[in-house]
């Protein structure tokens, strides 16, 4: 059986994909409420809301794969004019890896790690009876070649976790179009690869789509939705909320949920402003940075990672300064060393050479009480707030730590700290660990603040946080900064972000600082090819408007 | 292939001091038995001093602590464990008279555990919640039976009332049966749970929906993916399970009075026999330390994260 | 759900029962469990004698009832002297640096490279059979088992961001491991004893059976049933009651001992 070729019609009038009113139902919850959205061949539909949004169960759905007790239900649901409802599990089976093909956010636990990825990728051969078995081999190459793989039979005898983050990702797109289905469902591709690496992916999805391939992805990055699609569906609890074609929706959004969604966004434009709206007192002018707290003067790290002889450079001669008052950013992509360093400001990493000194004095040459009392003035932030806490503890207990190291943990003290970050005081009773992402940060940044510590080192504290979520994070972290003028150290990937937030930037790669400065002049005008790069790859800019799409 | 190389070295190299650390310990076990060995020997008999001497000179029991550690070490190295004080024969020919009994005993049990319990994981392998409960409860019904006594309930009811299988001291193949069931029964109940728990999980894991997203059926499914993945926790129990099994297999046979290593065990305990006590003692380190480098073997096979 | 929490009473309410028998067993018989009637020997169940009477006349209720102590003893000693040599051997090589973690390993793989059964024969060789030289061995062939677990759980509890975070406070070492290591380590580890001392108990019947536990006269569960061995042919009741008694105890405590393994894993991996 020979795979479908694309229609060579652009656009025909019947779409390849028709969904009216579709309805998913799990016990207790409605997952999908009423939607409706058509796929033509050669599109682009992009589905984007926040996590909860219902937005990966409608791509499972078109699959037959909603789970086990899903209910669903539709005025239509036809893929090139079939039925899906009342489809047995044998067409399911046609369908799935023929005729349609899906892409996940993580290749590493998507593909079999036991076994190579030419097997993976053959899989859907097998399945679909593509090509016969002794052309298994060449077409896997030819599949891996076509997405950009670089010595393809190589990697096609090797396993999943010795191939880069990237090239994972490709080789899953190879495998999901290996069977040449006509749509591909992409969920989350690059949610989690640097953004240099994820430019290409997105170039690789939209070069398949200009060849006819019809593509329906999900997202909860709106840059990603202005970069790549011609058509979007806002989504929220469940149901649309707003949809059309990409330029009109984000250049000129109807719905108020898109307003906020869209305003949510840090970047350039967003400089000293709430995020959220919440915050007014953030438009006033910061005062001019203060003393220097921290100063890293050509520290050196490196580790041996277990099994490999060539140590790893953490850090090579970095040296960066952290002023009372100010944001310093540290951007950089996986591995290029930004952890290492916000380790070694607070004290909790030595450098192998180099010094790093808080006030003036190294911190190797504090011990004892004196180092206790310095490090309480240099507190953490870290990216997943649940191994953050006690599991044992309440929120009270979370928060009573510090203060009872200080000296008592008094009502009225946590009272206030819990005001200073957002939080009602109901949440003290319950335990940390049932709080939402965005709750848990706040009550790891309250505890953090009642050490009243002069520097808050943030290492990727928002990068887990759905869109809105991370905007009110933002903004009480800059609320906390105007109120008490404490430092902040903010370790991102995110350039967005640390375009909206940062006084200061340091730019990292592989260890060392390739650039550094003030941050609106840094960023427009960047000196360093490394900065350039990633200034580049980032989708819309960091501001979706910016970039959109003739449709 | 080189790196399979240097893992397989250090495992052996750390084999090695294991079976050393079993040597030395026992060594220092034999030195702090009670009594002395001459008055153990000599227990039944009225000797002289010129007898006690000879004993003295044959045993080597009066040369200093060190020199007796080493020369106890080179003996074992060349095989020679030392002579039983009452069968009065070297015992690596006593061990190795009654070890055929044993083996077979275990490599019964061995067999019948993994066939069982790869059928029985396959048929409660199901998603519905009553299949899974109802083996859970009978495989910890199954667990909390001394193999001992199922031994002897099976033998009252097959052997006495029945008269089906023969009930003691049986060497022929039938013989084998009902002490094979007694000792295989635990290890098949827990063995059929990890296996069963390997596979229910794998079915969750995201390349579970990436192959259904390819089309492959739930059958295909396990075959082709889970059953490897389920394959990895059942391996590393089976080796333990087969080191466990030396002893189990000991009060088994005396429950059944079959040959085998485990009268002659429990005779030499009773006389302190510590030639073929220590004896018995480090064959079952060897063996363990053999099982433990089949099982990194297979891990290694199965699973290609730990190639590194 | 109902049928859970209803295994978790009986198994609580077997246990209550157990430990009453070994406590105080004459309030639950009034029979003496060593008083041989030589002409009753051997009788079925009855109302007279409800699990029959033994190859001596000795009624078999009385006997597994005060057995239950010698029975248990053995099996919950070795469980809490490996407990506690776990606790101290694991804690050893998680905080012994990486010398004394792998020196440490070293010793618990030789241990661990014979089987526990084994061991007992060992021990009983050397320093003669009963019931203290049992539990000894059987605990010290536990230890590897509990100490491993235990340092698996504080080297993962030490390498958390809460504990790094204790530290940014200014907490003191031993008010770290006090607040935060102990309290998180102690749950797995007390849930893997329960589970183990259904094992314990298996053993030390085991080994009873063979001679090697305590010694007559002293009622035990395994003993009787080494005595009932000759007589399975002609009476069920002294083959069946002894072991029924120990599967059960096994059955209670592992049942216990997996709700409690259950409701730690829950609380951490939310």
């Known amino acids: 059986m020979t795979g479908h070729t694309p229609s060579a019609e652009a656009a025909t009038d019947e779409p390849l994909v028709r969904v009216r009113e579709l309805s998913v139902r799990f016990p207790g919850v409605d997952a999908v409420r009423d939607v409706s959205f058509d796929i033509r061949p050669g599109q682009i539909v992009a589905v984007v809301g926040e996590s909860g949004s219902g937005k990966s169960v409608v791509a499972r759905t078109l699959l037959g794969l909603a789970g086990p007790g899903a209910e669903v239900s539709a005025a239509a649901a036809t893929f090139d004019g079939q039925d899906l409802l009342g489809f047995p599990e044998a067409r399911w089976r046609t369908l799935r890896g023929g005729r349609v093909g899906m892409v996940v956010q993580d290749a590493l636990g998507a593909f079999d790690p036991l076994r190579t990825v030419g097997a993976e990728v053959a899989e859907s051969l097998w399945q679909h009876g593509t090509v016969r078995r002794r052309e298994y081999r060449e077409e896997v190459v030819r599949l891996l070649t076509a997405v950009g793989v670089p010595d393809p039979?190589?990697?096609?005898?090797?396993?999943?976790?010795?191939?880069?983050?990237?090239?994972?990702?490709?080789?899953?797109?190879?495998?999901?179009?290996?069977?040449?289905?006509?749509?591909?469902?992409?969920?989350?591709?690059?949610?989690?690869?640097?953004?240099?690496?994820?430019?290409?992916?997105?170039?690789?999805?939209?070069?398949?789509?200009?060849?006819?391939?019809?593509?329906?992805?999900?997202?909860?990055?709106?840059?990603?939705?202005?970069?790549?699609?011609?058509?979007?569906?806002?989504?929220?609890?469940?149901?649309?909320?707003?949809?059309?074609?990409?330029?009109?929706?984000?250049?000129?959004?109807?719905?108020?949920?898109?307003?906020?969604?869209?305003?949510?966004?840090?970047?350039?434009?967003?400089?000293?402003?709430?995020?959220?709206?919440?915050?007014?007192?953030?438009?006033?002018?910061?005062?001019?940075?203060?003393?220097?707290?921290?100063?890293?003067?050509?520290?050196?790290?490196?580790?041996?990672?277990?099994?490999?002889?060539?140590?790893?450079?953490?850090?090579?001669?970095?040296?960066?300064?952290?002023?009372?008052?100010?944001?310093?950013?540290?951007?950089?992509?996986?591995?290029?060393?930004?952890?290492?360093?916000?380790?070694?400001?607070?004290?909790?990493?030595?450098?192998?050479?180099?010094?790093?000194?808080?006030?003036?004095?190294?911190?190797?040459?504090?011990?004892?009480?004196?180092?206790?009392?310095?490090?309480?003035?240099?507190?953490?932030?870290?990216?997943?707030?649940?191994?953050?806490?006690?599991?044992?503890?309440?929120?009270?207990?979370?928060?009573?730590?510090?203060?009872?190291?200080?000296?008592?943990?008094?009502?009225?003290?946590?009272?206030?700290?819990?005001?200073?970050?957002?939080?009602?005081?109901?949440?003290?009773?319950?335990?940390?660990?049932?709080?939402?992402?965005?709750?848990?940060?706040?009550?790891?940044?309250?505890?953090?603040?009642?050490?009243?510590?002069?520097?808050?080192?943030?290492?990727?504290?928002?990068?887990?946080?759905?869109?809105?979520?991370?905007?009110?994070?933002?903004?009480?972290?800059?609320?906390?900064?105007?109120?008490?003028?404490?430092?902040?150290?903010?370790?991102?990937?995110?350039?967005?972000?640390?375009?909206?937030?940062?006084?200061?930037?340091?730019?990292?790669?592989?260890?060392?600082?390739?650039?550094?400065?003030?941050?609106?002049?840094?960023?427009?005008?960047?000196?360093?090819?490394?900065?350039?790069?990633?200034?580049?790859?980032?989708?819309?800019?960091?501001?979706?408007?910016?970039?959109?799409?003739?449709? | 292939m080189t790196g399979i190389v240097k893992p397989v070295v250090l495992r052996l190299a750390a084999s090695v001091v294991v079976l050393w650390g079993a040597a030395t310990a026992t060594f220092f076990l034999l030195q702090a038995t009670p009594g002395r060995t001459v008055d153990v020997l000599l227990a039944r008999t009225q000797a002289g001093p010129e007898v006690r001497a000879q004993i003295v000179a044959d045993y080597r029991l009066d040369d200093s602590l060190p020199t007796q550690y080493l020369t106890y070490l080179e003996r074992l190295v060349t095989g020679d464990f030392g002579s039983s004080y009452v069968l009065r024969r070297p015992v690596v020919d006593a061990i190795g008279g009654q070890l055929p009994y044993s083996l077979q005993l275990i490599a019964a049990t061995l067999v019948l555990t993994v066939i069982a319990s790869a059928l029985l994981a396959v048929v409660?392998?199901?998603?519905?919640?009553?299949?899974?409960?109802?083996?859970?409860?009978?495989?910890?019904?199954?667990?909390?039976?001394?193999?001992?006594?199922?031994?002897?309930?099976?033998?009252?009811?097959?052997?006495?009332?029945?008269?089906?299988?023969?009930?003691?001291?049986?060497?022929?193949?039938?013989?084998?049966?009902?002490?094979?069931?007694?000792?295989?029964?635990?290890?098949?109940?827990?063995?059929?749970?990890?296996?069963?728990?390997?596979?229910?999980?794998?079915?969750?894991?995201?390349?579970?929906?990436?192959?259904?997203?390819?089309?492959?059926?739930?059958?295909?499914?396990?075959?082709?993916?889970?059953?490897?993945?389920?394959?990895?926790?059942?391996?590393?129990?089976?080796?333990?399970?087969?080191?466990?099994?030396?002893?189990?297999?000991?009060i088994i046979e005396i429950v059944f009075a079959r040959p085998g290593v485990g009268r002659l065990m429990l005779s030499a305990v009773q006389n302190k026999d510590m030639p073929v006590v220590t004896g018995v003692v480090l064959l079952a380190a060897a063996v363990f330390v053999v099982v433990t480098i089949l099982v990194d073997l297979a891990s290694r096979v199965i699973d290609p994260r730990v190639r590194g | 759900m109902i049928v859970r929490r209803l295994g978790l009473v009986l198994a609580v309410v077997v246990l209550a029962v157990l430990v009453l028998a070994a406590a105080f067993p004459s309030l639950l018989t009034g029979a003496d469990p060593n008083a041989a009637d030589l002409l009753a020997t051997l009788r079925p169940p009855s109302g007279d004698h409800w699990f029959g009477t033994d190859q001596n006349g000795r009624d078999m209720f009385a006997r597994v009832v005060y057995g239950t102590r010698a029975s248990l003893l053995i099996g919950v000693g070795a469980a809490t002297l490996a407990l506690v040599g776990?606790?101290?051997?694991?804690?050893?090589?998680?905080?012994?640096?990486?010398?004394?973690?792998?020196?440490?390993?070293?010793?618990?793989?030789v241990v661990l490279s014979v089987p526990g059964l084994l061991l007992v024969f060992l021990a009983a060789a050397v320093f003669g059979a009963g019931g203290g030289t049992a539990a000894i061995g059987l605990a010290i062939g536990a230890v590897p088992g509990f100490a491993r677990v235990v340092r698996a759980e504080v080297m993962r509890i030490r390498g958390s961001h809460y504990v790094e975070a204790a530290y940014g406070f200014g907490a003191t070492r031993l008010s770290v491991v006090l607040r935060h290591v102990v309290p998180n380590a102690v749950g797995p580890v007390f849930a893997l004893a329960m589970v183990s001392l259904g094992a314990m108990i298996v053993a030390s019947s085991s080994l009873s059976f063979v001679g090697l536990g305590p010694q007559p006269p002293t009622a035990e569960w395994g003993a009787m049933l080494a005595g009932a061995r000759d007589f399975v042919s002609i009476a069920w009741w002294p083959t069946v009651f002894p072991g029924a008694a120990i599967t059960l105890t096994v059955l209670a405590a592992t049942v216990v001992g997996t709700r409690l393994q259950r409701a730690f894993d829950r609380k951490e991996a939310r």
Request: contains cysteine.
């Open chain 1, 153 to 551: 039979r190589l990697r096609a005898r090797q396993h999943p976790h010795q191939l880069s983050g990237g090239l994972r990702q490709r080789a899953l797109i190879a495998s999901a179009l290996a069977a040449r289905p006509e749509l591909l469902i992409a969920d989350e591709p690059t949610t989690a690869l640097d953004t240099t690496v994820q430019k290409q992916i997105l170039k690789l999805l939209r070069g398949r789509a200009d060849d006819g391939l019809a593509v329906l992805l999900i997202s909860h990055d709106l840059a990603v939705v202005a970069e790549l699609a011609d058509h979007v569906h806002v989504m929220r609890d469940g149901a649309f909320v707003e949809e059309g074609p990409t330029s009109r929706v984000l250049g000129a959004p109807e719905h108020e949920y898109t307003r906020e969604l869209l305003a949510a966004i840090p970047s350039a434009g967003t400089r000293g402003r709430s995020l959220t709206g919440q915050y007014p007192a953030l438009a006033s002018d910061k005062p001019e940075p203060g003393r220097v707290l921290l100063r890293a003067e050509g520290v050196h790290k490196s580790y041996l990672a277990g099994g490999s002889r060539e140590p790893i450079v953490a850090a090579h001669d970095v040296s960066l300064v952290v002023r009372a008052g100010e944001t310093l950013g540290v951007v950089g992509e996986s591995g290029s060393g930004k952890t290492t360093v916000g380790r070694m400001l607070a004290a909790l990493v030595e450098p192998d050479s180099g010094t790093v000194e808080i006030d003036g004095t190294p911190w190797r040459r504090l011990r004892g009480a004196r180092r206790r009392d310095a490090r309480r003035r240099v507190q953490v932030i870290y990216q997943d707030p649940l191994s953050a806490f006690d599991p044992r503890f309440t929120s009270a207990q979370v928060l009573a730590e510090p203060l009872r190291l200080k000296g008592s943990a008094r009502a009225d003290r946590m009272a206030e700290l819990l005001g200073l970050v957002g939080l009602a005081e109901s949440v003290l009773d319950r335990p940390a660990r049932q709080l939402s992402g965005g709750q848990r940060q706040r009550l790891a940044i309250a505890r953090a603040l009642a050490a009243e510590p002069d520097v808050l080192i943030c290492d990727e504290a928002v990068s887990a946080l759905d869109v809105s979520i991370q905007a009110q994070v933002l903004d009480v972290l800059s609320d906390v900064q105007h109120r008490l003028g404490t430092a902040y150290v903010f370790i991102s990937h995110d350039l967005g972000v640390v375009r909206h937030i940062a006084d200061q930037v340091v730019v990292m790669r592989a260890g060392r600082v390739v650039e550094s400065g003030a941050v609106p002049e840094l960023f427009d005008a960047p000196q360093h090819p490394h900065t350039k790069e990633l200034l580049d790859s980032v989708p819309g800019f960091g501001d979706p408007k910016a970039l959109v799409k003739p449709s």
């Open chain 2, 124 to 250: 409660s392998a199901n998603r519905r919640r009553w299949v899974q409960s109802s083996f859970d409860a009978i495989e910890s019904l199954v667990v909390a039976v001394p193999p001992f006594w199922l031994g002897l309930v099976l033998m009252g009811v097959f052997s006495f009332t029945l008269r089906w299988l023969p009930a003691i001291g049986a060497t022929s193949p039938l013989g084998l049966v009902l002490p094979a069931v007694a000792l295989a029964a635990a290890p098949i109940a827990v063995l059929t749970r990890v296996l069963r728990e390997g596979v229910l999980h794998a079915l969750t894991e995201p390349f579970a929906l990436t192959a259904r997203s390819r089309g492959l059926s739930e059958v295909a499914l396990r075959t082709r993916h889970v059953l490897r993945h389920a394959a990895l926790p059942a391996t590393a129990l089976l080796g333990w399970i087969a080191g466990s099994l030396i002893g189990g297999a000991v």
């Open chain 3, 86 to 109: 776990g606790v101290l051997v694991g804690t050893l090589a998680a905080q012994g640096g990486r010398v004394g973690d792998q020196v440490v390993s070293r010793l618990l793989d």
